[in-house]
Nanobody, 121 residues
Framework: QVQLVESGGGLVQPGGSLRLSCAAS????????MGWYRQAPGKQRELVAV???????NYADSVKGRFTISRDNAKNTVSLQMNSLKPEDTAVYYC???????????????WGQGTQVTVSS
């Protein structure tokens, strides 16, 4: 089955950097949009950044200029470089991908298991 596996979370001080990575595996025919979402305690899950297969990216206003999303279509991976981290960036970060499986005509959304990012001194 299709799986998304994230890595790279952890504890970092304010102003620091982290890089999240996500790899999709399984019977994949094509991947449309890939992205990152986050959910802080007591809050709804929110979009952080998304990127199309052509490399067009969009960001939440709160992370513009600090976060950069990228993807490697050959490796079915998406990454999120997070710089100038703030305590309000603390959340569980989830990878998301819209994937069409082999021999299946429609695409579905898949989610990773989440990785914790904590920004604290």
């Amino acid at each position: 089955q299709v799986q998304l596996v994230e890595s790279g979370g952890g504890l970092v001080q304010p102003g620091g950097s982290l890089r999240l990575s996500c790899a999709a595996s399984g019977p994949i025919a094509s991947i449309n949009v890939m992205g990152w979402y986050r959910q802080a305690p007591g809050k709804q899950r929110e979009l952080v950044a998304v990127i199309t297969s052509g490399g067009s990216a969009n960001y939440a206003d709160s992370v513009k200029g600090r976060f950069t999303i990228s993807r490697d279509n050959a490796k079915n991976t998406v990454s999120l470089q997070m710089n100038s981290l703030k305590p309000e960036d603390t959340a569980v970060y989830y990878c998301n991908a819209n994937i069409r499986r082999r021999f299946i005509s429609i695409a579905n959304d898949y989610w990773g298991q989440g990785t914790q990012v904590t920004v604290s001194s």
